[in-house]
């Protein structure tokens, strides 16, 4: 078995990288698939807190990558899936601990038995992104439809695109209907004509978002929540299924309504 | 109707999110190429004024632009009419323009090339029509003659 490794980047911080790769791992886990999450923000460690497995954690990724675990006895199984596992960053060391080789060697390594490696990858430019991005197959870019995310994410893919790992993919989170519709927002479209990348999924601003993460509970686990069946059309579109998009704009204003009623649609 | 109502309502369509749009496109023509406009404003007046010790150049009309199709592909492309007196005086063509066009490439950085070929080329014929340019003003004046 030959599995794919996916990078999740953002260049800016805050965007929803964490949340991203806990989702697919969570929604590609439900598909079946043999899944592995990295966490490789070494020193500032979050996906085990948002996938709700903080308390199990034993051996991180610089133990495995130093030689102190072995790394089936380090990866921490999810209380729900039997095939999805989290390695942990480690929380007092800092990025150079580990190289962009040691992540090639680690990954080759759960490529033969899993589906999807998948690798969250630092904020910023430095170590802690090229070791996220050496072993890559695909880079989703997470990003916001906001001015500095938007930056940052072209930043990134520069980036990508010369060390040969791209194009990207790109994921524009917390995007709120309501502001694009009034035009106070800058719309998927918008990011499309900016960054010139290919979209793989759009994940509207949800509340239950927040939810999830104070309760380690990620959102696809939520079947009423709108982000949560984005992040699980991600998932699959990742595994190559042709998903449309959500129609986010199913509940008009009263203006909205007025005006479709007067222009006869 | 529904511009009618959007004025009505004080609904533009046009909100920031088309501010931001288009501050995104020029801020990342200028970190695509790595050239920071301030910069770019100083290598359009240094252009400038290399071209204007050659030729007159009509400067309230001159346009020197970044364009970009995509994160790999931009280029300068440069506007700059010429002030043609002796065309002016004898009344027959519009005024030629030069187009300086620099691709920047995927390295990012600039190297000026050639007037595009084919307007040089059609400035070059429509000299040839006529004498040689040192014959000009006798050439003109005895054009004048005639018509007289």
């Known amino acids: 078995m030959a599995g794919k490794v996916v990078t999740i980047s953002s260049g800016k911080g805050g965007v929803g990288k964490t949340t991203a790769t806990a989702n697919l791992g969570i929604s590609l886990a439900s598909l079946g698939k043999k899944v592995v999450v990295i966490d490789a923000d070494i020193g500032l460690r979050n ?14 990724l610089v133990d495995i990558v130093e030689g102190r675990s072995k790394l089936r006895q380090s990866m921490i199984k999810h209380k729900k899936f039997e095939d999805l596992f989290l390695i942990p960053a480690a929380q007092t060391r800092d990025k150079m ?19 999807y490696v998948l690798i969250d990858s630092p904020a ?42 791209g194009p990207g993919r790109l994921i524009i989170n917390r995007l709120k209907p309501d502001l694009v519709k009034k035009g106070e927002m800058l719309s998927s479209d ?8 290919k979209i793989i999924g759009i994940i509207p601003e949800d509340e239950l978002v927040l939810s999830a993460s104070n309760s380690g ?16 059309n991600v998932a699959r579109r990742l595994t190559g299924e042709d998903v449309p998009f959500m129609n986010l704009d199913d509940n008009p204003g009263l203006f909205q309504r007025l005006v479709r009623f007067l222009d006869g649609r | 109707m529904t511009s009618l109502l959007n004025r009505l309502f004080g ?3 046009r909100g920031s999110g088309a501010t931001a749009k288009n501050r995104l496109h020029f801020v990342l023509q200028h970190d695509r190429i ?24 009509d400067q309230e009309r001159v346009e020197i632009a970044l364009e970009q199709r995509d994160r790999m592909h931009s280029k300068l492309v440069a506007e700059l009419p010429i002030v043609n007196e002796t065309y002016k005086s004898e009344n027959l063509k519009p005024e030629p323009v030069a187009t300086v066009a620099t691709d920047a490439g995927s390295n990012g950085a600039g190297k000026v090339n050639e007037g595009e070929p084919e307007d040089a080329s059609a400035e070059d014929a429509e000299e040839d029509d006529k004498e040689p340019v040192a014959d000009k003003s006798d050439e003109d004046s005895s054009k004048d003659d005639d018509k007289r």
Not at chain 1, 53 to 60: A, P, S, T
Not at chain 1, 190 to 197: A, E, S, T
């Open chain 1, 47 to 60: 996906l085990d807190v948002i996938m709700g497995l903080e308390n199990r954690i034993v051996y991180d």
């Open chain 1, 97 to 115: 601990a580990v190289s962009p080789e040691d992540m090639v060697k680690l990954t080759d390594e759960l490529r033969e038995d899993y589906d």
């Open chain 1, 124 to 165: 910023g430019i430095e170590r802690g992104f090229r070791n996220a991005l050496e072993p890559a197959d695909e880079v989703l870019i997470v990003t916001n439809p906001e001015v500095s995310a938007v930056r940052d994410a072209d930043r990134i893919t520069g980036l990508i695109e010369a060390a040969d790992k």
């Open chain 1, 190 to 197: 918008d990011v499309y004509d900016i960054l010139g990348l």
């Open chain 1, 217 to 232: 509970i990620p959102v696809t686990l939520n079947m009423d929540s709108k982000a949560g069946m984005a992040f699980n």
């Open chain 2, 11 to 13: 609904r533009t369509k």
């Open chain 2, 34 to 57: 790595n050239l920071p406009p301030e910069r770019a404003e100083e290598m359009k007046k240094e252009i400038l004024a290399v071209i204007v010790k050659y030729l007159a150049v």
